[in-house]
C-alpha cells in the first residue's frame, strides 16, 4: 500500500519554494491555468464537506419507506438507498471518515519515511543498514491479510483507526525514495560546507537536507491522500471489514449487494461515491500539478 512520487537523484539542488514566497507562488501559477484553479477548488469543496457536512444531519439519517431505491428529487437530489435514507446525505456524511483515514494515513506515511530516509541517507553506513532493513520488513508486510487480522480485533469505527494501519504498513516506499535523494545531496556543496563548520547532524537533517526534499514529500502526501482512499474504500468494498461506520467504500458495497448493478434502480446510491472518488482524485492530480510548477524552477514560466 506504498505510494510514492519519483524523487530527482541528479540536477542541482531545488531551491525550496518558501524562501521566495509559496503561497504567492502557489496563487500565480493556479492562474496561469483554469484547471488548475478547478483542481484547487475541488479539493477544498471536498475538505469543505468534511469538515461541516457531518454536522448538517443528526448521527442516525431518517429512512423513509415509502422512497426506497427511489430516483433523484427535488426531495432526494440523489436519489435514496435501500432503506429510503437519502443518497446525498450518506455521502456527504461519509466524506469525514473517508479524508480523516486518508489524510492520517499520508502524514505517517511522510513521517516515517522521510525520517527513515533522510537519516539513512546522511548517516550511511550501520544506521543506513539498520533503517533500511526495517524500511525492507514494512515493504515485505501484506497489508491486506494484515487488516485481515486486525478487523478481528478492531471495528475501524474511527477513521484514526484505520489510518493508523494503512499508514503504518505505507512509508516503505516513501522512505528508500528520500534516501536515494538524499545520498545525492549530501555530496553537494552546502551539505559540505555546513559539514565543516561543524554543524551537528539534526542541523544539517532539519535545516539543510529536508527544505529540499520537502517539495516532493509534499507531493506524495497529496497523492498519497488519493492512494489511501482506494484503499480504504476496497476494504470496504470487498466486505472484509464492519460496516459499523459510514464510508464511501460501504455505500458501494451495499448497493452492489443490493442489487443496483443487476435492476438499474437506485443507480445513484451507486454512483455517488464512484463519481466522488473520481472527482477529488482529479482536483488532487490538478493541484498537484500546480505545486510541481511551484517546487521546481525549471517549470516555471516566468
Known sequence: MSTTVDLPVSGPAVVPARRTGFWRNLWKVLKRKPSRMVGAAIVALFVLTGIV????????LPRD??????????????????????????????????????AFAALITVLIGTAFGL????????PDSVLMRITDFVLTIPGFPLLLVLSTVWKFSSALQMGLVLGITG?????????????????????EAARGL??????????????????????????????????????FYLGVLPFTSNNWGV??????T????????????????????????????????????VFNPRLRED
Open 258 to 293: 443490493n442489487g443496483v448493478t443487476q435492476t438499474g434502480a437506485g443507480l445513484g446510491y451507486l454512483m455517488a461515491p464512484l463519481v466522488s472518488i473520481l472527482l477529488l482524485t482529479l482536483g488532487v492530480v490538478l493541484l498537484v500539478d500546480a505545486l510541481d510548477e
Open 171 to 191: 512509508w516503505g516506499g516513501l522512505a528508500r525514495s528520500v534516501r536515494s535523494a538524499t545520498l545525492s545531496l549530501r555530496e553537494r556543496g552546502f551539505v
Open 53 to 60: 457536512g457531518p454536522w448538517l444531519y443528526p448521527d442516525n
Open 198 to 235: 561543524g554543524m551537528p547532524t539534526r542541523h544539517i537533517v532539519t535545516r539543510e537536507l529536508l527544505p529540499n526534499i520537502a517539495p516532493y514529500v509534499a507531493m506524495n502526501l497529496l497523492i498519497g491522500v488519493t492512494t489511501f482512499i482506494y484503499s480504504q474504500v476496497g476494504l
Open 119 to 126: 537519516y539513512a541517507g546522511y548517516r550511511r553506513g550501520a
Open 65 to 102: 419507506s415509502d422512497q426506497i431505491l427511489a430516483g433523484p428529487s427535488a426531495s432526494h437530489l440523489l436519489g435514496t438507498d435501500f432503506e429510503g435514507t437519502d443518497v446525498l446525505a450518506l455521502l456527504i456524511t461519509g466524506t469525514r471518515y473517508v479524508l480523516v483515514a486518508a
Open 251 to 256: 455505500m458501494i458495497q451495499l448497493a452492489v
